[in-house]
């Protein structure tokens, strides 16, 4: 896979940039900051000697007055180092620095405060299929679309690796956790959560850990920005709705890859999951790439009616459902009617792997491919008039 060119476009001014590990932080800012100084603390030697002399960044940044951009990657390993950017930015020198980061916690742990607020927020999630000139959905929900992994030679041996080479290891060198084994575990347990309401307890009860513990560990996942949580809808709410949030891993390959498989499980359980998770990351990078006044919601009422996806913002408010199934049934339909019931307002979609594009009952049918190909920051997919 060659060179793709990502929706991210860089600020004008002093930015972070965070995503997990694998999607691309770096390859990005070398082709959108080509002449920038480069300060890697993945490089072992450059991180202990800035470790020892934070102020050898401020060294640097005066002995090349002709760099104009200065990168420093992977922050969060020498957080110390943001009390120096912050000079710099308080010099108000012709100078801008971009941050990257995989964890945001050793940055507050720091106190630094990601520099009161001065330098503006970006995040880089894995591939969207808009921005693939060959998207198969197949290919993705089997080994995602991680850049690292995408791009792989072999992406299936790079997926199985990905737990232990970044997950793990970053959660070692952060010294995020005391037993690795119970994480281990607790990665396998999880993953049955995924695409679905979040139950510590029963999380806890399959780890064999406290669900304390397990609290714990949900948030480290949550720091490294390898999972998140789908909130409930309850703007203007008329019927009671649950509380619990969804949780999600990042990515479909990821999750494919922590979810252990057996005689009892059911593939199309797995498959199911995975394909909401795709449209789950498509819609928070959609958002994160263009649309920062948009949120990304789940609808579930305490008699069971739910709804996959709510997007809910000043230009779009959409209810999604997915399916993983070739055809459209009346009951996929339910909870899509119940939420256009109580708001009217919403545009209703329905996601499915058959290949024809229908309405039904005023609700809209694509083929998810079709809709994750056409979704993209400048636009959201539409229907010919």
């Avoid at 995602?144 to 290891?169: C, K, N, W």
């Avoid at 005391?178 to 990665?187: D, I, M, N, V, Y």
């Avoid at 309401?197 to 949550?222: I, M, Q, W």
């Avoid at 949030?245 to 498959?271: H, M, N, T």
Wanted: aromatic share 10%.
């Amino acid at each position: 896979m060659g060179h793709v060119t990502r929706f991210l476009s860089p600020p004008d001014g002093n930015f972070f940039l965070f995503g997990p590990r694998g999607t691309g932080k770096t390859t990005w800012l070398r082709h959108r900051l080509p002449t920038a100084l480069v300060v890697d603390l993945l490089n072992p030697q450059v991180a202990r000697e800035l470790t020892a002399r934070p102020e050898r960044l401020g060294e640097l940044v005066l002995g090349n007055p002709d760099r104009v951009d200065i990168v420093v990657d992977e922050v969060q390993r020498v957080p110390e180092l943001l009390h120096v950017v912050h000079q710099f930015i308080e010099s108000s020198r012709p100078i801008r620095f971009a941050l990257t980061g995989s964890s945001a916690r050793s940055l507050r742990k720091a106190g630094v405060n990601l520099l009161g607020g001065r330098a503006a927020i970006r995040e880089l999630h894995p591939f969207m299929a808009a921005e693939l000139p060959d998207f198969d959905l197949v290919r993705s929900l089997s080994v995602g679309m991680v850049p690292l992994i995408a791009s792989s030679q072999s992406p299936r041996d790079t997926l199985a690796a990905y737990a232990s080479l970044y997950i793990e290891q970053e959660v070692k060198s952060e010294g995020l956790v005391r037993q690795l084994g119970s994480f281990a575990r607790f990665l396998e347990a999880i993953s049955f959560s995924h695409a679905s309401v979040l139950t510590l307890s029963n999380v806890a009860r399959d780890a064999s850990v406290n669900r304390k513990t397990v609290e714990g560990f949900v948030e480290v996942l949550e720091d490294l920005l390898v999972s998140f949580k789908v909130p409930v809808f309850t703007k203007r709410a008329r019927r009671a709705t649950t509380m619990h949030p969804k949780f999600y891993f990042f990515d479909a390959g990821v999750f494919r890859s922590l979810r252990p498989s057996g005689p009892l499980d059911q593939p199309s359980e797995i498959d199911g999951a995975a394909l909401e998770g795709l449209v789950a990351q498509h819609l928070r990078a959609w958002i994160a790439y263009g649309n920062d006044d948009h949120q990304l919601f789940y609808w579930r009422t305490r008699s069971g009616v739910e709804v996959d996806f709510v997007v809910y913002g000043a230009t779009h408010f959409a209810a999604l459902e997915v399916k993983n199934s070739d055809t459209v049934r009346p009951a996929d339909l339910r909870g899509l009617k119940a939420f256009v019931a109580d708001y009217p307002e919403c545009s209703p979609w329905l996601l499915y792997r058959g290949t024809d594009r229908l309405k039904i009952d005023g609700v809209t049918c694509w083929p998810v491919a079709q809709f994750l190909a056409e979704l993209a920051p400048t636009g959201w997919p539409s229907t010919p008039a």
